[in-house]
């Protein structure tokens, strides 16, 4: 999947912390769907914001307070990506590379130069 800076800043500055929260939750389902294996991504809202990714019977589980969430949300478009992709990979989710530019941007391995990925 490929990412879409424009976008997504116009996007992290105009929906509440639990409609960005959902749409990015959407952006990490779409992405797993390009991978191998039989993911499920859920998203709720309870006292925290929790992501889990689910893959068979291996469940990644990622919460977030609302403070921690407006924070990311202002802090940069895609902080709130990185955060959870993170925190799945630091419990052992596998990542895949080589479909699209999102994983790697968020993983600091392109740079960007007058709005171009490098």
């Known amino acids: 999947m ?3 800076g424009v976008a997504r800043g116009y996007l992290s500055k105009n929906l509440t912390g639990e409609e960005f929260f959902k749409k990015v ?24 914001y929790e992501l889990k990714v689910i893959n068979e019977e291996t469940v990644y ?15 940069s478009p895609y902080s709130l990506d990185v955060v959870l992709w993170k925190e799945l990979i630091n419990r052992g989710l596998q990542i895949e590379k080589g479909h699209g530019n999102y994983i790697p941007y968020l ?11 490098f």
């Open 25 to 48: 939750a959407e952006m990490i389902r779409r992405e797993l769907e390009d991978w191998q294996g039989n993911y499920v991504v859920e998203q709720k809202k309870k006292t925290v």
């Open 61 to 75: 589980s990622v919460s977030l307070p609302d403070e921690e969430l407006e924070m990311l949300q202002s802090k």
């Open 107 to 117: 993983l600091g391995e392109y740079k960007v130069v007058n709005g171009r990925l």
């Open 2 to 4: 490929n990412i879409n």
